[in-house]
């Protein structure tokens, strides 16, 4: 644990040194919640928290595939990687140091915006906070997960950059931020069991919506949990210490078999009782309330 510490420590250091990751990590969240904070400052209750939801996955998908899979790659490709694997330093411990550092970035903007709804939108999320930190804990690391993957099986941050801009607006239209979820044909509907994005949103919707029921998204949490672990366990397997080691396609063939698991959880969740009517009801936290 000790190395994991330090490495986050020194993680954190770094990421306040370099401006492309403080801008999608902290700016261009906070200036997105700066904008509807002010577009919709007339607005109140469920609404504006379902609206806030949805900026806060923004700030998980910014953060966790440009903010944390690109800097690994341009690691790599610096030989920095390569230092540190000459230390009694593992895959385990660079990627949970990189997690743990994004995570206290992520977990600070989203507090901080939190913390504002509540006061500006007159919205009572006391009782429901550790449901909704639970869940938007669960949907970053599933999204970090994403990332780190994405990061194992590219071979230079051209890739990266191009791999993760189409998962990032893939994850981005199909969640329910730009659209709502009840406006997409049926079947899009039940594609949101396979995006952790839609999760997040679909899970923090019904905990606002129920705030009475402590186990509200419970599917959505057991999803996410285990597209955490299976995106991890895969991106430790494919981790690479030295740009020289380039991926093959038998690398990405394994790897998209053992994603299987990942299927088999959304399949589970589509056929879980009321998961469609939770997508539905998306549909009341949504509506954009028009400012006066």
């Not at 509807?36 to 928290?49: I, M, Q, R, S, V």
């Not at 998204?217 to 949990?225: D, G, H, K």
Request: overall charge positive; some cysteine; glycine content about 6%.
């Amino acid at each position: 644990m000790k190395i994991i510490w330090r490495l986050m420590w020194v993680d954190l250091l770094l990421l306040m040194r370099v401006p492309l990751s403080l801008f999608f990590n902290i700016v261009l969240p906070l200036a997105f919640f700066g904008f509807y904070a002010g577009f919709l400052h007339n607005a109140k209750g469920p609404a504006a928290g379902g609206l806030m939801m949805r900026l806060i996955t923004l700030g998980a998908l910014s953060n966790g595939l440009f903010g944390l899979s690109i800097n690994l790659v341009v690691m790599r490709e610096r030989d920095i990687l390569r230092r540190y694997h000459l230390s009694p330093i593992s895959a385990s411990h660079v990627i949970a140091s990189r997690l743990i550092a994004n995570y206290a970035m992520f977990l600070m903007v989203a507090l901080l915006e939190l913390a504002v709804t509540q006061a500006v939108f007159s919205l009572q999320i006391a009782r429901v906070l550790p449901q909704l930190l639970l869940l938007l804990s669960l949907g970053y690391l599933a999204i970090a997960g994403i990332g780190f993957v994405i990061a194992s099986i590219v071979n230079t941050a051209g890739e990266a950059q191009v791999c993760n801009q189409v998962t990032f607006f893939a994850l981005l239209f199909l969640s329910g931020i730009s659209v709502p979820l009840a406006v997409l044909p049926r079947i899009l509907q039940a594609a949101a069991g396979f995006f952790p994005s839609a999760l997040m949103i679909v899970g923090a919707d019904e905990v606002l919506l129920h705030p009475g029921s402590p186990l509200a998204s419970w599917p959505e949490m057991i999803s996410l949990a285990i597209f955490s672990i299976v995106t991890f366990a895969v991106a430790t397997l494919m981790f690479r210490w030295e740009k020289e080691a380039k991926v093959t396609r038998r690398d990405r063939l394994r790897t998209a078999i053992v994603l299987i698991p990942l299927i088999l959880a959304g399949v589970w969740l589509n056929g879980t009782k009321d998961f469609m009517q939770r997508v539905q009801a998306t549909s009341e936290n949504s509506s954009t309330p028009q400012p006066k």
